[in-house]
């Protein structure tokens, strides 16, 4: 992973990224909310975005998925350059799974359609095909009981797991993850890292956003730290956490350099 | 000063009486459909769509809220009449109706749709889903369950207004009772009994709407809950 520093560029960005960002500024309004941000996700990888809150995260994850226009800077995700407009729309979907806070299930369909919807209107799948894709991706998260059963009838950990399960129907080639443990109890944060973790150790990359340092730190293996629209840190899990460079990330993670 | 009722007329008046509720059913039936599908397009229309289509149907749904549906139905007829096209009584009615009812449902179809949380789209959109896909799969449904109380009382009510559609002689319900009470001289008897029609046609209305929704929203049926 290449990163930069309140600019400065650390590393030589690798040939391989499958998920390259560069230099990217974003602008709500006036207010700057990507200030130059880069960083290159090679794949396999599972790298943690953390920060305070309203340092960019969540909007450097959006406009990775073209969900937010960039003003400046380049993006290149799988091949597919995004951040300016509609353009490749289709091919990026294909690649690029998104699971958010809030599980944004679609609460009138069951768990089965709410998985197999895209199968068949996107993937173009039969209805047995994407019935038995449903229940495989269900079975990997634990939830082949619940194809019948109503978003509302799940606990919210249920929910993020279907969520996951999905977009990992489609077989992304990126997963990116916006805080999708925020909203859960902890004992319901468990099980969902947990099938995050199993999806690591299957070789998915993923890119996550998140606030669980503990699990950030046993799981991902880059991690980046965000302060004010900036990439402020970034590197290897391990060595990040034991020798923090900035008296920024130093404080954030508790050890008030 | 006792007034006597007397419904003998009934007796060979009766079936005239059905047939002019049957004629009421199958001009608001279709009106309804079609007002339906008219409304539900204007409303995408109206939430989704540019500053030119948004500003269309607003135009169109405010002329429509604020002129009399009478006045409607003389537009359409005398209008279509004087571009030298001829068109029965019923089928002005027909479109008359379909416009008024096109209008009610696009306000009441875009509370429905304003009220799906925008994260849903996006989570179409992650997923691939098309705009039209989306709008089909993931709007529609659950904006139409959130509105379908209005939007049934609102089709009831076009039922019932579909009696000034008999200024136009279209032959439904309150036009046959026009007829007969002139032939008869028995207003207050006919009038009660179209009345007490029109009631009962309320009524399995509603009760087939009921089970529209039955079908319509599974989810609703299985769990009894509210969206
Ligand atoms: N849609 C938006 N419109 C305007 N400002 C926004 C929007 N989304 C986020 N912001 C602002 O951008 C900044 C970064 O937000 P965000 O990316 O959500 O931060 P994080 O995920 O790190 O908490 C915040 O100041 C936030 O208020
Ligand atoms: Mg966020």
């Not at chain 1, 003003?71 to 407009?85: A, D, F, T």
């Not at chain 1, 729309?89 to 599980?103: E, I, K, P, T």
């Not at chain 2, 539900?40 to 809220?65: D, F, K, M, P, W």
């Not at chain 2, 659950?142 to 019932?160: D, T």
Request: aromatic share 8%; glycine share 8%.
């Amino acid at each position: 992973m290449a990163f930069d520093a309140n600019g400065a560029v650390l590393a030589e960005p690798q040939g391989d990224a499958v998920v390259k960002v560069r230099d990217v500024v974003k602008f709500f309004g006036q207010l700057k909310v990507l200030d130059g941000v880069s960083l290159d996700v090679k794949a396999g990888d599972m790298v943690a975005i953390i920060g305070r809150s309203g340092s960019g995260k969540s909007t450097l994850l959006r406009c990775m998925n073209g969900l937010e226009d960039i003003q400046e800077g380049k993006i290149v995700i799988c091949g597919h350059e995004v951040g300016y407009g509609q353009s490749n729309r289709a091919d990026l979907r294909r690649d690029v799974g998104m699971v958010f806070q809030s599980y944004n299930l679609f609460p009138h369909l069951t768990v089965q359609r709410n998985i197999t919807l895209a199968l068949t209107l996107v993937k173009k799948k039969s209805k047995a095909e994407a019935q038995r894709l449903a229940e495989q991706v269900l079975d990997q998260v634990g939830l082949a009981d619940k194809m019948l059963s109503y978003p509302e009838q799940l606990s919210g950990g249920q929910q993020q797991r279907v969520a996951i399960a999905r977009s990992l129907a489609l077989s992304p080639q990126v997963m990116l993850f916006d805080e999708v443990t925020s909203a859960l109890d902890p004992e319901l944060t468990v099980e969902v890292l947990r099938v995050m973790e199993d999806l690591a150790k299957g070789g998915m990359t993923m890119i996550l956003v998140t606030h669980e340092m503990a699990f950030a730190q046993r799981v991902a293996n880059q991690v980046v730290f965000m302060h004010k629209g900036k990439v402020w840190e970034a590197g290897p899990t391990r060595e990040l956490f034991s020798s923090p460079k900035t008296s920024e990330f130093a404080q954030f993670i508790g050890t008030g350099l | 000063m006792a007034y006597k009722f007397n419904f003998s007329f009934l007796a060979d008046r009766w079936p005239a009486f059905l047939e002019g509720a049957w004629l009421t059913v199958q001009l608001t039936v279709t009106s309804i459909a079609l007002g339906f599908l008219v409304g539900t397009i204007c409303a995408v229309l109206r939430v989704y769509g540019n500053g030119l289509t948004r500003r269309i149907v607003g135009a169109y749904v405010e002329i429509i809220r604020n002129t009399p549906l009478l006045v409607q139905m003389f537009i359409v007829y005398f209008g279509i009449a004087s571009l030298g096209v001829k068109l029965s009584a019923e089928v002005s009615a027909v479109i008359a109706l379909v416009i008024n009812a096109g209008a009610y449902t696009t306000e009441i179809m875009r509370a429905g749709i304003e009220s799906i949380s925008k994260t849903q789209l996006e989570a179409a959109d992650c997923l691939g889903l098309s705009r039209f896909d989306t709008i089909v799969h993931v709007v529609l449904l659950p904006a139409m369950e959130r509105v379908y109380p209005a939007l049934s009382s609102q089709f009831v009510l076009l039922m019932l207004a579909s009696s000034v559609t008999s200024q136009i002689s279209a032959e439904e319900l309150t036009a046959v009772a026009n007829v007969i009470q002139s032939d008869t001289y028995r207003s207050f008897e006919v009038y009660l009994i179209v009345a007490a029609l029109y009631i009962s046609l309320s009524f399995v209305y509603r009760f087939l709407f009921t089970l529209t929704g039955m079908i319509l929203f599974v989810r609703r049926r299985k769990l009894g809950t509210a969206l």
